[in-house]
């Protein structure tokens, strides 16, 4: 039997939701990863410090005992985001990251950004503080099409920020264009890129060919098969320093999902790993699974390696999933991709 041993991954963009959700959503993550860089775009969004350490404290409420996990806890940037009340959030150690949404791009992005001149110079305090900012890259432009919005953003806006502030830590969060990982790659050393399991295993056809399939449905939304294989290309590639896990986990109720008009969000924190292994070693590539999940983020986020280690067995039968977890009367469907996986994580159940 096949085995890997690798240092514990973390997890560079979650959604743990609040609430009830997010009772049954936070144990998915905290089984297998030490950390988690946790989204603020809850209703009302996490906007300061004191929000910040009231939401760090339900997660920490939600956490089984018997796992050891840490939460980075995140700010929603608006367009009346104090650069000083930032500042402050950052150097008290309650705040790792900022998070900009173009105003409209996503599941509860109303008071995102919509003029970013706005925030500059609040991005300029970043800069010289060394906060990172976290970008959903996509434009909100309503003639741009659903497929071209991240390299319409990518051209106008991040090059624009790049170019003002080069010293700003950057992550492109959840690429998915082949158009992204050339501008990551060839762009200064400060600016690094997540990618989804989901991403890297599917492409747009999964979500439309024989019947729409909600639970296929994210965003940034699947691209086609070329930029597929650019996120796997780069993602497992022995040269690989600035790309790295951000599982964008993002749980809906089936209800929400199964509906006329269904949510954004693939929930897939449960089997990331065992799903990353399967495409790292279709690839050739499982001896550069550790950097991808365990060392690539830590390095670019300036924080130490995670100590203990994690072990992935190779299984000589397709493992089998969970399809849902419970969440009061209803559930959330797990993401599971439509081919087999051999791996399996020690810890599963
Ligand atoms: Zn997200």
Redesign the pocket.
Known sequence: MEKIEIIKPDDW???FRDGDLLKAVVPETTRHFARAIV?P?LTPPILNEGDAIKYRKQIEEAIPRKDHFFPLMTLYLTESTNKIDLKNAYENGHVFAAKLYPAGA??NSDSGVKDLNKIMSVLETMSEIGMPLLI?GESTEKNVDIFDREKEFIDKTLDYICKRLPELRITL??ITTKEATLYVNEGKQNLVATITPHHLALNRNDIFVGGIKPHFYC?PILKREIHKNALIKVATSDENSKFFL?T?T?PHLIGDKETACGCA?IFNSSYALPILAQIFDDNRSIKNLEKFVSINGAVHYQIPQNKSKITLNKQLKPITFRKSLKVNRSEVIIFKPNFPVFWKNQVQN
Do not use: P, R, S
């Open positions: 963009h979650v959604h989204m775009n996503t599941t959903h969060e959840h965003l951000g964008d993002a969000g």
